[in-house]
Nanobody
Framework: QVQLVESGGGLVQPGGSLRLSCAAS????????MRWYRQAPGKQRELVAK???????IYEDSVKGRFAISRDNANNMVYLQMNSLKPEDTATYYCNVDMGDSTYWGQGTQVTVSS
C-alpha cells in the first residue's frame, strides 16, 4: 500500500506561481516513474508531467517551459513547480505512482487560476 498526500494548491492570479508537493508513505527510491495528473471540471484526467528515478522528465505540451517536476528520493517527495499560470491550468492536481500491479493516487489538491 502506498499513500500519497498532495498539498500546495490554492487560488492564484494569472501569471502567478504555485509549488505542489506530494508526500509518499513509502520509499520512492524503487519507484521508477512518478507522475502529476490534473482534471478540470467536465474534462478527462490528463497527464501533466512525469519523472523517472534518475530525473528524466516529460511534460504535456501546454505546460512545457512553465512547469517543472522534481523528486527528492531521500525524503520521498515529488514536486510540481508551476509558473506563469493561466486560467486553463485550473484543475485538481493528483500525484500518481505504480508499484507492482497496483496504481496509487492521492486525494488531489485544487489549483484555481483567476483574477
Amino acid at each position: 500500500q502506498v499513500q500519497l498526500v498532495e498539498s500546495g494548491g490554492g487560488l492564484v492570479q494569472p501569471g502567478g506561481s504555485l509549488r505542489l508537493s506530494c508526500a509518499a508513505s513509502v520509499s520512492i527510491n524503487s519507484i521508477a516513474i512518478m507522475r502529476w495528473y490534473r482534471q478540470a471540471p467536465g474534462k478527462q484526467r490528463e497527464l501533466v508531467a512525469k519523472i523517472s528515478r534518475i530525473g528524466r522528465t516529460i511534460y504535456e505540451d501546454s505546460v512545457k517551459g512553465r512547469f517543472a517536476i522534481s523528486r527528492d528520493n531521500a525524503n520521498n517527495m515529488v514536486y510540481l513547480q508551476m509558473n506563469s499560470l493561466k486560467p486553463e491550468d485550473t484543475a485538481t492536481y493528483y500525484c500518481n505512482v505504480d508499484m507492482g500491479d497496483s496504481t496509487y493516487w492521492g486525494q488531489g489538491t485544487q489549483v484555481t487560476v483567476s483574477s
